[in-house]
């Protein structure tokens, strides 16, 4: 079983849609979680974090933490062209101060 | 503020080459990661330093890599003799010291390698 898991996709939405991003983890010590876009041939960039359980907003972008259910989602709303990427959730896995990440959901938002 | 610079960009190999990337982290970030990226997979960790001290290298295939952080800023990971599944994308990250796993990390560009 992997640390934690995504679903690979594509996941494709229209314009303007709420695109819903899924992630579940293994070890019920993981403390912080983390999501990250990588465009294609670019490098992962951090967009948000969220250590307790329930939502956190930031713009267009709402994390939820469900511990209970170790289940980490990501929800943009308005989706744009320009979110079309490759979102990698990340844990902090409890045994060292390290991320373990996902193999990423890729995003199409079609105009 | 700088962030973290990758060189070189990308590297083309023969195979049982050696070769060599380098990290200059964020100034001030105690805490240096390399990742290995497969492509479709997620970031991997490679090893970890907290200042001079590689602190998690579990997950670097010893026989073959080599990594080194002298006076604790930049750092240098080396593969010899390079072989053709070494091909990917070396992405190296810094945080401050102990809240990496809080607060995330910075990626520099990454180094693409690929080994022919």
């Known amino acids: 079983q992997k640390e934690v898991e995504q679903n690979s996709g594509p996941l494709s939405v229209p314009e303007g849609a709420i695109a819903s991003l899924n992630c579940t983890y293994s070890?019920?010590?993981?403390?912080?979680f983390f999501w990250y876009r990588q465009y294609s041939g670019k490098s992962p960039e951090l967009i948000m974090f969220i250590y307790s359980n329930g939502d956190k907003e930031d713009g267009r972008f709402t994390a939820q933490l469900n511990k209970a259910s170790q289940y980490v989602s990501l929800l943009i709303r308005d989706s744009q062209p320009s979110d079309s990427a490759t979102y990698l959730c990340?844990?902090?896995?409890?045994?060292?101060?390290?991320?373990?990440f996902g193999a990423g959901t890729i995003l199409r938002v079609k105009s | 503020e700088a962030g973290v610079v990758q060189s070189p960009r990308y590297k083309i190999i023969e195979k049982k080459q050696p070769v060599a990337f380098w990290c200059n982290p964020i100034?001030?970030?105690?805490?240096l990661y390399w990742y290995r990226q497969n492509l479709g997979q997620g970031p991997e960790l490679l090893i970890r330093y907290e200042n001079e001290e590689a602190v998690d290298d579990s997950q670097l295939p010893k026989d073959r890599f080599s990594a080194e952080r002298l006076k604790g800023v930049d750092s240098t990971l080396k593969i010899q003799p390079a072989e053709l599944g070494d091909s990917a994308v070396y992405l190296c990250a810094s945080s401050l010291e102990g809240r990496g796993g809080s607060y995330g990390y910075t990626f520099g560009s990454g180094t693409r390698l690929t080994v022919v």
């Open positions: 990340a844990a902090n896995m409890e045994y060292g101060n390290k991320l373990v």
């Open positions: 070890d019920r010590g993981s403390q912080s």
């Open positions: 100034s001030g970030h105690n805490t």
